[in-house]
């Protein structure tokens, strides 16, 4: 047996821990283990010990850990039982929010040719047994009687339904909210930026107008009527709006208490994929991310999943031979950061793929398989290599962009706070 390569120590008021990214376990250990760990002293003693073994602190000698990782990276990739769709019936949308990527949001909608041809699109994965639909825009409840046509169709397909939707919560009535369980929508997530004069004045409607007290009343009525539902809240953070996070974290927590849950609340740090937004405003690099997040540990205790991250065999949907984009047109993109940009569409539902240089960067190119850095990296596990067009960017368009993970330089740390948070939990 050997001691393996992604095993991680740390110490923590005066108790000792060995975390292994593989198999994402963190087992206490005892210092005197800690201190032979450490200065990789009588490794032989403890390689028997089942604990160590089912942790995969320890592997079998022959066992390539890297090699093994990247299978299951690629077995996940091409795997043609499932089909995931993130489908735009419409680009158009009602809000006017100040750091949209969309650079344009033209007025279009999916069309009865369009939506015929996207069930034929659909039926033609004849290996396919589950779909997922992630219902995109624009706003996608502006187009909510394609949604119905579209989903109704597939129910009759006999084949597994997921949904989820994307949207900013302002259509989101009782009539919709009724409608979506029968749909199989059972996750949504909606963006709230801050408290009311904050979140109105970052997410106005396109008319002018604030947005805040409908959403909260339109969350609050889905939550009540349905019970399966599971809503995200996002808030997006970038240096004009860092205070609103904890504000929007405990206003939830306080009216929204009984419903917790299934009520999931996490900073999303607005990016400048498409030379959209302010720099200056942008959360452009991992130490900016990784300050915030201890800034709302230490300041508020807000725990944040990265603190204990997961083992990732999939991190994004883009790298999936079976996933795409699709827009109000019929057109095929493998990102959600491009749709609209005619240089990034990959084909088209209709007349398959026509662009496939693109469709092969977004599955192998600047491939976290073949960069030497990430194969050596010891969180590869729960990284997979970061965003897939930051990626592209940085390679094809020479980009400086900084996609690691943020536990890349903050792992210690945050198992650290991921331990006090567990200990503060069990001692309440």
């Known amino acids: 047996m050997k001691f393996s390569k992604y095993n991680v120590l740390l110490e923590n008021e005066t108790k000792f821990y060995i975390y292994n990214s593989l198999s994402n376990s963190l087992l206490k250990i005892e210092e005197k283990m800690y201190q032979d760990f450490y ?72 069309d009865e040719n369009t939506i015929n041809d996207l069930l034929v699109f659909i039926e033609s994965y004849k290996n396919v047994k589950e779909i997922f639909i992630c219902w995109y825009g624009g706003e996608p409840l502006m187009s909510f009687e394609n949604i119905l046509k579209i989903s109704n169709k597939i129910l009759l397909m006999n084949k597994i339904l997921n949904a989820a939707i994307i949207t900013n919560g302002y259509l989101l009535n009782e009539e919709i909210s009724e409608k979506l369980e029968k749909l199989h929508i059972r996750f949504i997530q909606i963006t709230i930026d801050g408290l009311e004069n904050i979140h109105n004045e970052r997410r106005p409607l396109i008319m002018g107008g604030s947005s805040f007290e409908k959403i909260i009343k339109n969350i609050s009525y889905l939550l009540k009527i349905n019970m399966d539902i599971q809503i995200s809240i996002r808030v997006n953070i970038d240096n004009e709006n860092v205070e609103e996070y904890a504000k929007v974290y405990n206003y939830f927590r306080e009216n929204f208490s009984e419903y917790l849950e299934r009520i999931f609340i996490y900073p999303g740090f607005v990016t400048d994929y498409t030379d959209s937004c302010n720099s200056s405003s942008c959360f452009s690099t991992t130490k900016q991310k990784e300050k915030f997040l201890t800034y709302n540990f230490e300041s508020h205790g807000i725990y944040h999943h990265d603190f204990f991250p997961k083992t990732n065999v999939n991190n994004c949907i883009a790298r999936d031979k079976n996933s795409f984009l699709i827009d109000p047109q019929g057109n095929l ?23 496939p240089n693109i469709l092969i960067r977004f599955l192998k190119g600047a491939d976290q398989i073949s960069d030497q850095k990430c194969q050596k990296c010891q969180i590869l596990p729960i990284c997979d290599g970061g965003c897939p067009y930051m990626r592209i960017q940085k390679k094809y368009e020479n980009k400086k962009i900084d996609f690691c993970h943020i536990g890349k330089y903050n792992l210690e740390r945050f198992l650290k706070y991921h331990i006090q948070y567990k200990n503060k939990t069990i001692q309440m």
Do not use: H
């Open 333 to 355: 993109y493998k990102c959600w950061a491009v749709i609209g940009n005619p240089q990034m569409k990959v084909g088209n539902i209709k007349q398959g793929i026509t662009n």
């Open 39 to 110: 200065f990789k002293k009588n490794l032989e003693q403890y390689a028997n010990i089942e604990e160590f073994i089912r942790a995969k602190i320890y592997v079998n000698n022959d066992f390539d850990e890297i090699e093994k990782k990247n299978y299951l990276t690629l077995l996940n990739r091409f795997r043609d039982d499932i089909l995931c769709l993130t489908i735009a019936p419409t680009q158009d949308c009602n809000f006017n929010c100040k750091y949209c990527y969309e650079l344009s949001r033209p007025q279009n909608y999916m």
